[in-house]
């Protein structure tokens, strides 16, 4: 039993794994560390694309984000919303705010739920509406930044509203 206790060098096995917990641990924070934070919101599978730029601003605190989950249940932000209602809400969130609203759209999401979206961000006033998407490149270590491509909404001419 003896050879149990004890290491190759004699020393109790104990240290050896305390050694290897305090490395481990310091391992973890500095990843932490290096991580950009990302902000609180409903998960989904985002579809991939190949020509998709890198929009920081859709992380930033405030960012106006729609998701549409794979079910085609819809959030703003990390609140769920009636499809019925996502208008009113945005008209709140765009008069208070200029600024892009960007759609976090599930790849398995009905099609029917993402045009949904796109009419009532028309409605509301959204000027500019932001997919996002995912690359198949593999990022850098640490950092995960959010990539879309840009939608431009055409404008409902008067003729159309009446």
Known sequence: MKHLTRNTRGEPRQRTWNA?????????VA?????????KGISVELAPTSSAV???EADRQGALIVTV???G????GITSVAPDALTEQ?????????????????????????????????TAGVASVTLLTTQPKSAQAG???????EIEMARRSQAATE
């Open 31 to 39: 990843a932490m560390c290096s991580a950009q934070a990302m902000q």
């Open 90 to 122: 945005l008209k709140e969130q765009v008069s208070r705010r200029t600024q892009s609203l960007y759609i976090k759209a599930d790849a398995r999401a009905p099609y029917a739920s993402v045009v949904k979206v796109l009419d009532e961000a028309r």
């Open 143 to 149: 950092t995960v930044l959010p990539e879309g491509i």
């Open 69 to 71: 989950t794979d079910t």
């Open 73 to 76: 249940k819809l959030y703003l």
């Open 54 to 56: 890198p929009v920081p």
């Open 20 to 28: 290897v917990a305090v490395l481990a641990t310091v391992m973890a």
